[in-house]
């Protein structure tokens, strides 16, 4: 086919000046009033050490952009800590010199000294750094983790947590359930609004979203498990994803964000560990880990008679019942289709009633958690008083 061209029309690339309706002019960005949040990293592992390098890349960018100074003003390990380390001539020394012995007391104090804005990011898997967020939260220190272990844990501690927050500080945790996808956020929005929950169902595990992906017979599940495992997608001892209990703490936070007072002793959560398993040492499972392939090639001979798929998922009811299990849900179902290490959750409320609100993506990660905290300080920061 000939295609002719009218030599009299414009090139469509060619640049004519803009005649912009009056309401299309360049509105002038409004300037950034400034506003400045003490920032303290304790754990400055895999999570925390990817958002002290997302802080870091974008300091300038928010200053200049928002008017907000992020300070980071230490970063705490178990054994040390380091106060003042975004200090560029301190920061220019030998790190061995300027490290102190750890004391959490001591580094939340000086990220709030003065009573300036602070805010302590907990990036440990810590029972003793988790059980310090109600004396900060009461004196006016926010706190952003993606720790499970407060939002999960004793549901006492959980209420003292929340009515620390009445000085005025903030407690945000999005990425205790999914790293960064917005899960807590989103039912947030859909509660905020009037709108009435159904149920909640998810693949909230990475490591059993890629494992079943991968069950097809052709190796022994076991096999797998080890691979998995050295893809660093497990736990370091895989019977932590295996025993369920990871899904069921993320289905407690989820609970109680709905208004729950659930704890975890209430989640049914069927284990796919047999009882054999979960008792040997860490250092004998491996040896042991064959004895799942049995009822695995179970598990995947019955779902593939009933022609469907199997799925770890967790579910949370409307009456606040939760549950944990393995799942031989239809081919069509939309958990079916979900890609490796996928997490996928699926809400049903009065408006979602019968097209269901899905949040689906990469759900661990050490740089898309780390985004998911950084946005939640920024959250935080949008909070903050612009001085007078
Ligand atoms: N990795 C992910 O994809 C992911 C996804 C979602 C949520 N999370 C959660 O994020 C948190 C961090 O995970 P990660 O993978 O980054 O772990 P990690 O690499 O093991 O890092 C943990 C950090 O916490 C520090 N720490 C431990 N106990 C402490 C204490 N008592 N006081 C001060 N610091 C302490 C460790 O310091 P030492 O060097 O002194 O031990 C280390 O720097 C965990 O709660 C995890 O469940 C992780």
Known sequence: M??????????LTEHRPAQLPECFHAVPAPVPLPRTLAVGVIGPGRVGGALLAQIRTAQARLRRNQGLTLHLRGVATRQRMWLDCDDPELEARDGAQTWRPADLERFAEHVHENGRAALLV??????????????????????????????????DRWRTIRAACASGARFRYETTVCAGLPVIQTLHDLLDTGDELIGIDGMFSGTLAWLCNRHDGQQPFSALLREAHAL??????????????????????????????????????????????????????????????????????????????????????????????????????????????????????????????????????PEVTAAGVFADVLRIAETLAVPS
């Open 232 to 365: 660093g997608y497990t736990e370091p001892d895989p019977r932590h994803d295996l025993s369920g209990i990871d899904v069921a703490r993320k289905l407690v936070i989820l609970a109680r964000e709905a208004g729950r007072a659930l704890s975890l002793g209430d989640v049914e959560v069927e284990s796919l560990l047999p009882s054999a398993l979960a008792t040997v040492s860490s250092e004998d499972f491996p040896r042991r880990a064959q004895e799942l392939d049995e009822p695995m090639t179970a598990w995947l001979a019955r779902a593939r008679a009933a022609n469907g798929v199997l799925r770890h998922v967790g579910s949370l009811d409307r009456h606040g019942r939760a549950c944990v299990r393995l799942a031989i849900l239809p081919s069509n179902h939309p958990f079916a289709h979900t890609r490796s290490t996928d997490n996928v959750v699926q809400f049903r409320t009065q408006r979602y009633r019968d097209n269901p609100l899905l949040v689906q993506g990469p759900g661990a990660g």
């Open 122 to 155: 907990d990036c440990s898997a810590s029972e003793e750094v988790a059980s310090r967020y109600p004396s900060w939260l009461a004196a006016g220190i926010h706190v952003v983790t993606p720790n499970k272990l407060a939002g999960s844990g004793p549901l």
């Open 2 to 11: 000939e295609v002719t061209v009218n030599a009299s029309a414009p090139p």
